[in-house]
């Protein structure tokens, strides 16, 4: 069989100049702590193959698209299909390949900067692993062209600008696949996204911390204690803080008198409404509509 590790009818792929990432995307501060250094698409990569004892420089990502594959990271193989996404680590030994009778189609990108093992570290901890499954989604694949595209135009300093900006929305889009789906709770944290809809949808209540938990079929215990895990707040601080959100579009947007704000958020007592409000923002909420206006 013959292997390959490019040369695909259809490929397309860029290679960031390597002095261009030394001279720019290292040391200009709006570019170095994320960016791409290679970046590509194959599709139906018969006889894909790439095998790195050492690993890569950089962090890769793999989407698969179409077919099959099978990537190996430190002796551990896994099973790639339509819609998978796998990371593999800077450094990690790895290989991988197409499958023989169904190939993949796979979008790819190489990407390094100062927050890049972090937002590696992320992404292993949010899939609970290397390899997660995307569900398919017009709006991630045409991010990609729009990076893609402008990348194929040069590297003026507004265009890898655009491209790398746009790059942390694409990664965040893949490392959350969920959460730009307003309504919809993201499956790993089920529960704790439930909640906050539940609590969004009753922005005019004084709700419980009982009634929060009800609402999830969760005890109250153990529904503080995951919630506070994934978002770093007690559930009911986490509610005022959504209530002030709201209220700060009261006052920008309505002529409601502070304590018709009050009410709107459930709250008959505006002294505690301002209380909370200060205590959040740091101004009383008569003084952030004056500052504001």
């Given at each position: ?12 792929m860029i290679v960031i100049p390597r ?76 290989e991988y390949s197409a499958d023989e ?144 959100q709201k209220a700060c579009q009261y ?43």
């Open positions: 069989m013959i292997r390959k590790k490019e040369g695909f009818q259809g490929q397309r002095n261009i990432l030394s001279r720019k995307c290292t040391k200009e501060a709006l570019l170095s702590p994320l960016y791409i250094t290679d970046i590509g698409y194959y599709p139906r990569a018969h006889f894909h193959h790439r095998k790195r004892p050492q690993g890569a420089d950089q962090h890769i990502l793999i989407y698969c698209l179409e077919g099959k594959g099978t990537v190996t990271l430190k002796k551990v193989t896994y099973s790639i299909q339509a819609g998978d996404c796998i990371l593999l680590p800077r450094k990690w030994a790895h009778k169904d190939p993949w189609t796979i979008y790819w990108a190489h990407f390094l900067g100062s927050s890049s093992d972090e937002i590696a570290e992320k992404a292993l901890k949010e899939w609970g692993g290397h390899k997660t499954f995307l569900p398919h989604s017009p709006e991630r694949l045409e991010q990609f062209e729009r990076i893609y595209q402008q990348l194929q135009r040069g590297y003026r300093s507004e265009y890898l600008a655009y491209s790398n900006m746009n790059f942390w929305s694409f990664l965040s889009s893949c490392i959350y696949p969920g959460i730009h789906k307003p309504g919809q709770a993201n499956q790993q944290h089920d529960a704790v996204d439930q909640a906050i809809d539940y609590m969004n949808k009753n922005l005019d209540k004084m709700l419980t911390l009982q009634q929060m938990a009800a609402a999830v079929n969760l005890s109250q215990s153990h529904f503080s204690f995951l919630f506070k895990s994934s978002t770093g707040f007690p559930p009911i601080e986490y509610f005022n803080h959504l209530k002030v006052l920008l947007f309505t002529s409601l008198r502070i304590k018709e704000v009050a009410m709107q958020l459930g709250m008959e007592d505006p002294y505690y409404f301002s209380r909370m409000f200060t205590k959040v923002m740091g101004v009383s909420p008569a003084q952030y509509r004056e500052r504001k206006n």
